[in-house]
């Protein structure tokens, strides 16, 4: 592995998701890896998979060859305002992550817990 490639590509990853507002969390679970393999990503201590860097590409919103330094990050105009479904919160993305990992029945109970919140406003 090429540490200077490694670390290119983990330092574009980090900066596409900061001004996309996603945790590494978030970034992880899109592209369908563990967080802690993607943190090591982002740290530029391993090189994804070609399937792995084409889905992080895609997520993060930039190109192969800005991922890798061949061509200077571009700022555009849609990166202030992240897209739709990532509009939410980090912490409602975090709680739906973990809502997603429980049975039937702890998923009724967080139901009638949340109905019992009034919404803000």
Known sequence: MEKTLASRLGGAA???????NLTQA???ERIGIASEVY?????GHMLPSIQTFRRLCTVLSIS????LGLKPVQEVKWAAEPPSDYGESAELRR???RAKQLDRTSIRILSVLAAQFKPRG
């Open 14 to 20: 980090r900066l596409a998701r900061t001004r996309l």
């Open 26 to 28: 978030d970034v992880a």
């Open 39 to 43: 943190g090591r990503l982002e740290r």
């Open 64 to 67: 192969a060859d800005e991922a």
């Open 95 to 97: 709680l739906m992550r």
